[in-house]
């Protein structure tokens, strides 16, 4: 899932996954079932990614930083058979 916050809120995305029951994975704040094991290995850690941040320079032009996937992510990624590398959300983003 590829999120992009509008308000800058707090918990903003959390909670929005949380409203619409789609919880992010390893969530401890908004994922509030009892006893949740998670399959295959895949840690109980939060898999949420601030992948690319783009702010405006005081003295012109932009600061664009991305990350990589942290490695519980990169596993988790890789027990359910998906491709890191297949789709990369940062060159594919919409322009706005």
Known sequence: MSL???????????????????????DPKYFNKENWQLPGGIQKRLHLLARRIVIPH??????DATAPLPPHMLQTWNLLGLEADRFDPIENAPEE
């Open 4 to 26: 992009k916050p509008v308000t800058g809120r707090t918990h903003q995305l959390r909670a929005h996954m949380a409203h619409i029951d789609h919880a992010i994975v390893g």
């Open 58 to 63: 005081p003295r012109g032009g932009f600061i």
